[in-house]
């Protein structure tokens, strides 16, 4: 049968219920869909979409950033899953020409568990849907309280770029504790200089793993840069959202800020 549904951005979506060929061009959304018992109608996904291992075996038909028209074509999805911020506007109104199309969007913890909740209305998986919230709520109540450190999460180098105000990643920092500095900035993901660094008064550096993979070489410079300062590299695959999540909480329960 035929469903309508609006999604994040306000767009109207008509998709055949339930969708039995799903792409979905979002790694964390991807990992979501398989956790809520969909690995049998997932059909395409990106190159990044790795997890879980069973991912592997889905044919890749995009990037994030860039699709390949032919492969998706072939796979003849009935339902193309994206994400705002990962996937650009441009991809969504090519695709949006041939299939129906739902966009996510997520910036903050609230909105993760509105993502979950939806792939499962989505899909007919809203009992597995609802059941993985409330484990990820639950695990998410056992945070670490820690103290109101100045925090910077940086992304990004050569030009140095931090998670900044309406991401998911500033939101779980906040919430742990953390006070973000650079939330303040205009940009979600603000490009910094080394004075403006050094101006912030940070108190904690956390070089992520991915996107771009900060290594003991970068973690030298930044304390050389700021010998005042705590820096860490920390897996920045435990700051995604959706299924991720519970993994997430249990690596930062035992994560060793150096506070």
């Known amino acids: 049968m035929k469903k309508e549904l609006t999604d994040h951005l306000g767009r109207t979506v008509v998709y055949d219920f339930p969708p039995k060929r799903i792409i979905c061009l979002c790694p964390g959304i991807t990992e979501t869909l398989f ?85 499962g209305y989505l899909t007919d998986r809203q009992k597995e849907a609802d059941a993985l919230t409330a484990e990820i709520k639950e695990a998410f109540a056992h945070l670490p309280a820690l ?65 771009y993979p900060f290594k003991e070489k970068q973690q030298q410079q930044f304390q050389e840069m700021l010998p005042n300062s705590t820096i860490q590299l920390i897996d920045g695959e435990m700051f995604w959202y959706g299924a991720r999540m519970l993994k997430g909480a249990r690596y930062l329960k035992t994560f060793d800020f150096g506070v």
Not at 184 to 206: C, G, H, M, N, S
């Open 147 to 211: 103290p109101a450190a100045r925090v910077a999460y940086v992304i990004w180098k050569k030009p140095y770029m931090v998670a900044g105000k309406d991401t998911y990643i500033n939101t779980l920092l906040q919430t742990i504790g953390f006070v973000t500095p650079f939330a303040d900035v205009t940009d979600r993901y603000p490009v910094l200089t080394e004075e403006q660094f050094k101006e912030a008064k940070l108190d904690i550096v956390l070089l992520a793993s991915e996107p």
């Open 35 to 119: 956790a809520i018992g969909l690995e049998d109608e997932i059909v395409g996904r990106t190159r990044y979409c790795i997890y879980p291992e069973a991912a592997k075996k889905v044919p890749a038909v995009a990037g994030t950033k860039d699709l390949h028209l032919e492969k998706i074509h072939a796979v003849k999805p009935d339902l193309i899953i994206m994400e705002k911020e990962e996937n650009t506007e441009e991809m969504v109104e090519t695709l949006a020409a041939h299939y129906p199309v739902f966009v996510a969007e997520v910036q903050t913890i609230d909105d993760a568990y509105r993502m979950i909740t939806d792939m």
